[in-house]
Each structure stands twice: as C-alpha cells, then as structure tokens.
C-alpha cells in the first residue's frame, strides 16, 4: 500500500511501470527500488535460503545486509532494495546461491 | 584515471560536511556516493533537529540534506559521482570505483572516509523470517519511497531511532502495538518518548523478544521480562500479533575499507564496534586517511557534520590549504563537538572515544 496524505512528506514518483513477479504482471514507479514496488504490492518473500530454504524478505533496505538478493531479468544476486524499477523487468524469487556462470 | 586531491567517501552529514569544508578552503574534492542521490540517512529524517544553530537546530534532516546538497553544488571545486560504490583502496592511494556497472580507478592525495553504519540484528527463533526489519529500513520505505511498510508493528528498542521511527510510523498511519527495551530504562530522549506514550504507545521497559513466529512471514513475537541480571522470566510471556517487527537495537560501523587501508582498529562498545584510533584532526593511523561521522563512532547526524568539517578542514591542511579563517573555523568544529558531547548522552561517547584517540 502506499502512503497519499503524509502530514510532513510528499512523494515526487515518476511514471507507472509494469513488470513481471514470477511471471505475475505488477506496476510500480519507475525508479523506486524494486523492493518497494514489490512490498506495494503485498510481496513480501524475496528469496529462499540457500541451505534451509527459509523464505527471506529485506532487512536493511540501504544495500548493505544482502537479505533482498534475487533474480533479476535473469541475473542472480541483486539486491532489490537498491536496483532501481525499469519497464518491463524480470524479477524472479531467488533460490539458492545464484550461479552468474551459468547466465553466460 | 580521475585524479583529485581528496576523495571523500560516502555523502550523507559526514560526508557533506567533509566535502564543503575541504573545498571551501581549496582543495579539489571528488565526493563519491554510492546512491543516486546525496544526503545519506539524512534524507528519511523527518523529525527537527536539535542542538544549536550551526547544527541546523529545528531543521528537519530531509531539508538539511537539500541545503547541504546545493551547498556541493555552489563549489565549483567539487566533483560529485552518485551511483559510484567504492569496493577497494589501493596502497598507491588509489581507489576501485563501481559506477553504472562500470570499474574505474579514483587517485586522491587524501581520503575522508564517510560510509556511515549499518543496521544491527538481534538473536531469537525466526528473526529471518520476512517482516522482521531494521527500524531504519522501515523508516527508508515509508519515508524516502512512500510505502507502508505493515499495518502493526512491534518495535524492539527504545533508543533513539525507536522511538523516532515509532512515532513516524503513527504519522503514516502504521499502528504501533509496543515498544520493548531490554533495559530498565528509556535511552532515547523523553521527549519523543513523552509524545509516543501520549499518542497511546505502551513503551515496555525490562522486556525483551522470545521468538517470533509465522509461516512464510511474521504473524506476531512473544516477547517476556527480564530480572535485574538480564535473564528471562518464564511465565511473563505475553503474545503480540503483528505483521512486522523492527529492531532498532543499535548501528554498527561501516570500516571496511578503513580495514583495508590498513588502519589500526579497536573495538569499543560505546562507539558501536570496530573503530580506527585516530588523531584530535581525524586522521587515522595511515597518513593522509581521516574519518568522520558514524564510521568513526555510531552517534548521530549532528555531530556527524561538525566532525565531516573538522576532516575536511584537517585534511586540507595536509595539503597546504591553510590561511587565516583556517585556525578560526577549525577551533569552532571542536568547540562544537565539545558542547554536542557535554550532557548526559555525551558521556557514553566521551567515554569511547577516550580509547582511541591518540
Ligand atoms: C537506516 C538508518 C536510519 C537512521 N535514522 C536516524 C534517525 O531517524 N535519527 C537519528 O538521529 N539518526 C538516525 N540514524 C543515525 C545516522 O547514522 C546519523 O544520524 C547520520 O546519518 C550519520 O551520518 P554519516 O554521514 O556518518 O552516515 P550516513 O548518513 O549513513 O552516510 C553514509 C553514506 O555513505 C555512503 N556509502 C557507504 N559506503 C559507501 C561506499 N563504499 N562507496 C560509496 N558510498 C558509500 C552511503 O550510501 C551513505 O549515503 C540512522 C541510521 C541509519 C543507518
């Protein structure tokens, strides 16, 4: 959900995206970290654990923790709280350690 | 290679600061951001400051990062690279930049390290589990991209960034079910707390988290008392429905590169974590190499920018920017900080940074 009547802030968004979500279609602002686009949209398990397949959400929301990795038009371990939203992105739940080897 | 003669890393307060003052007094300053935009956490503070008038006192933290932003811009001496994350330091003085998905190199005479700190965690059953944040993430995602983060909320930790965030999130109409603190008392300051009680916040204090539970995210946390030993009463186990939990237990320094450089750290409890010893002037146990804000020592944004001032000054010294404001401006910085660090809060600070200044 997003917030419309802040009593101090206002939201400057660029133009609605659409992306997909596990094939699933999705909007969001163009520019905004993936990660808020996707929580907007009541996603909240980003990820699978590597060893325990826990499911993962974000933790930092800043770049720093790593929590949020997950696939991105194909390519493994990007951290969605900082990647900014582009029209017509892949983004897929990331299970596993991501193998950018076999990408190429 | 870009060349400059100071690299200043990280552009929240700290860094700002660092870049303004090292410029103004001469220097060519490359300010290296790793985020699109400058201002650091400055930018999701909403709240007004406090402290004096060179502090910006009653400013909110949003509105200073924009006025310490164009104050950047103003200096023609200053070279801004957003989007740049700096991965490595090299004994020649030369940094790896990662910038649109491209590597370059940065050479600088001088360095003011400024990567700020991360968010702490907190050991119990379950805290991976989705819906169990930083409370300054959660600040991030409200604040900065304007979406909520949960409909009710558990906050871990009344220190300031708890008690802050809590009353942030009334503000963007989040419920707040509680607020628990491990210790006996409040550490942020009462007023905000004052203002969260009144706004129908219980802020539980001798209380800490048990577990939290939830099939693939957070459903609630069970949370019991401590004695006067920190240990856990069984039976005062209370259980709180919630859709996320925020831990605001404390910020740790971002040293890494400060590690890499080869700067001589310690770790001082009061300061947060790993610290460098550093010289009255911020410069490290590597010549040249200074620190500022809260890689230097988790404390907050106010007396981040007075110390990204007393860096960039010292480091502009280093290179021969010294006329006759220089004393002045630099004997202000430190009577600052002296007066920011002079109650009650100030003590812990004082009391950490007497092990690593040399
Ligand atoms: C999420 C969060 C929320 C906070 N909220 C509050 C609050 O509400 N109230 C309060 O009083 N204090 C708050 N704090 C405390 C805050 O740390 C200080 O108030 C102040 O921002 C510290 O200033 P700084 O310049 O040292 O660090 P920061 O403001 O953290 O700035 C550091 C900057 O360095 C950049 N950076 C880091 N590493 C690199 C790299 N390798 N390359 C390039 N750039 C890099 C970061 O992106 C960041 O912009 C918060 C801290 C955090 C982490």
Same mark, same amino acid.
Not at chain 1, 6 to 30: A, K, N, S, W
Not at chain 1, 44 to 70: D, Q, T, W
Not at chain 2, 175 to 180: L, N, R, W
Not at chain 2, 242 to 255: E, Q
């Given at each position: 959900?997003?917030?419309?009547?802040?009593?101090?802030?206002?939201?400057?968004?660029?133009?609605?995206?659409?992306?997909?979500?596990?094939?699933?279609?999705?909007? @969001?602002? /163009? @520019?905004?970290?993936?990660?808020?686009?996707?929580?907007?949209?009541?996603?909240?398990?980003?990820? /699978? !654990?590597?060893?325990?397949?826990?499911?993962?959400?974000?933790?930092?929301?800043?770049?720093?923790? !790593? !929590?949020?990795?997950?696939?991105?038009?194909?390519?493994?371990?990007?951290?969605?709280?900082? /990647?900014?939203?582009?029209?017509?992105?892949?983004? /897929?739940?990331?299970?596993?350690?991501?193998?950018?080897?076999?990408?190429? | 290679?870009?060349?400059?003669?100071?690299?200043?890393?990280?552009?929240?307060?700290?860094?700002?600061?660092?870049?303004?003052?090292?410029?103004?007094?001469?220097?060519?300053?490359?300010?290296?951001?790793?985020?699109?935009?400058?201002?650091?956490?400055?930018?999701?503070?909403?709240?007004?400051?406090?402290?004096? =008038?060179?502090?910006?006192?009653?400013?909110?933290?949003?509105?200073?990062?924009?006025?310490?932003?164009?104050?950047?811009?103003?200096?023609? #001496?200053?070279?801004?690279?957003?989007?740049?994350?700096?991965?490595?330091?090299?004994?020649?003085?030369?940094?790896?930049?990662?910038?649109?998905?491209?590597?370059?190199?940065?050479?600088?005479?001088?360095?003011?390290?400024?990567?700020?700190?991360?968010? =702490?965690?907190?050991?119990?059953? #379950?805290?991976?589990?989705?819906?169990?944040?930083?409370?300054?993430?959660? *600040?991030?995602?409200? #604040?900065?991209?304007?979406?909520?983060?949960?409909?009710?909320?558990?906050?871990?930790?009344?220190?300031? %960034?708890?008690?802050?965030?809590?009353?942030?999130?009334? &503000?963007?109409?989040?419920?707040?079910?509680? %607020? %628990?603190?491990?210790? =006996?008392?409040?550490?942020?300051?009462?007023?905000?707390?004052?203002?969260?009680?009144?706004?129908?916040?219980?802020?539980?204090?001798?209380?800490?988290?048990?577990?939290?539970?939830?099939?693939?995210?957070?459903?609630?946390?069970?949370?019991? &008392?401590?004695?006067?030993?920190? &240990?856990?009463?069984?039976?005062?186990?209370?259980?709180?429905?919630?859709?996320?939990?925020?831990?605001?237990?404390?910020?740790?320094?971002?040293?890494?590169?400060?590690? *890499?450089?080869?700067? &001589?750290?310690? +770790?001082?409890? *009061?300061?947060?974590?790993?610290?460098?010893?550093?010289?009255?002037?911020?410069?490290?146990?590597?010549?040249?190499? +200074?620190?500022?804000?809260?890689?230097?020592?988790?404390?907050?944004?106010?007396?981040?920018?007075?110390?990204?001032?007393?860096?960039?000054?010292?480091?502009?010294?280093?290179?021969?920017?010294?006329?006759?404001?220089?004393?002045?401006?630099?004997?202000?910085?430190?009577? *600052?900080?002296?007066?920011?660090?002079?109650?009650?809060?100030?003590?812990?600070?004082?009391?950490?940074?007497?092990?690593?200044?040399?």
């Amino acid at each position: 959900m997003r917030i419309e009547d802040h009593p101090i802030l206002t939201y400057p968004r660029r133009r609605l995206v659409t992306f997909t979500f596990d094939g699933q279609e999705m909007t @969001g602002y /163009e @520019g905004e970290p993936i990660a808020a686009a996707l929580h907007d949209a009541g996603v909240r398990v980003l990820r /699978e !654990s590597p060893k325990l397949h826990r499911p993962r959400g974000f933790y930092c929301a800043i770049g720093n923790c !790593s !929590s949020c990795l997950m696939r991105v038009d194909g390519k493994p371990n990007v951290r969605v709280c900082v /990647e900014e939203l582009k029209e017509g992105m892949t983004v /897929e739940t990331q299970k596993g350690k991501g193998d950018l080897l076999a990408e190429l | 290679m870009l060349s400059y003669e100071i690299a200043v890393i990280g552009g929240g307060p700290a860094g700002l600061c660092a870049a303004i003052s090292a410029a103004a007094a001469g220097a060519s300053v490359a300010l290296i951001e790793k985020d699109r935009h400058l201002g650091g956490q400055l930018v999701k503070q909403t709240h007004m400051f406090f402290g004096s =008038k060179a502090q910006f006192a009653s400013t909110r933290g949003i509105d200073i990062a924009d006025i310490l932003s164009r104050q950047c811009e103003e200096l023609k #001496n200053i070279t801004v690279l957003l989007g740049a994350t700096v991965l490595g330091y090299y004994d020649d003085q030369v940094l790896t930049i990662e910038q649109d998905n491209k590597v370059q190199r940065v050479k600088a005479d001088c360095l003011v390290v400024a990567t700020g700190a991360s968010e =702490k965690v907190l050991p119990f059953p #379950n805290n991976d589990l989705p819906g169990i944040y930083g409370a300054g993430a959660v *600040q991030t995602l409200m #604040n900065v991209y304007g979406v909520k983060p949960a409909d009710r909320v558990l906050m871990v930790g009344a220190g300031n %960034i708890g008690l802050i965030v809590s009353y942030q999130l009334l &503000q963007a109409h989040v419920k707040v079910a509680g %607020i %628990i603190e491990a210790a =006996k008392h409040i550490g942020g300051y009462l007023v905000h707390a004052s203002k969260i009680r009144r706004a129908g916040v219980p802020i539980m204090t001798g209380y800490t988290i048990k577990k939290a539970y939830g099939e693939r995210k957070v459903e609630g946390a069970i949370v019991w &008392q401590l004695d006067d030993r920190w &240990q856990p009463i069984p039976g005062t186990e209370l259980d709180i429905p919630v859709d996320a939990v925020c831990l605001a237990v404390g910020l740790t320094p971002m040293g890494e590169l400060l590690w *890499q450089a080869g700067c &001589q750290m310690i +770790y001082v409890p *009061q300061l947060g974590g790993h610290v460098p010893f550093r010289k009255a002037t911020l410069e490290t146990t590597v010549p040249g190499i +200074y620190v500022a804000g809260d890689v230097a020592g988790v404390e907050e944004a106010s007396s981040a920018m007075v110390e990204g001032r007393l860096a960039g000054l010292a480091a502009a010294r280093r290179l021969g920017y010294h006329n006759a404001d220089w004393e002045n401006k630099y004997q202000d910085a430190l009577q *600052q900080l002296m007066a920011l660090r002079s109650g009650p809060v100030g003590e812990k600070i004082c009391s950490g940074l007497k092990c690593v200044v040399v």
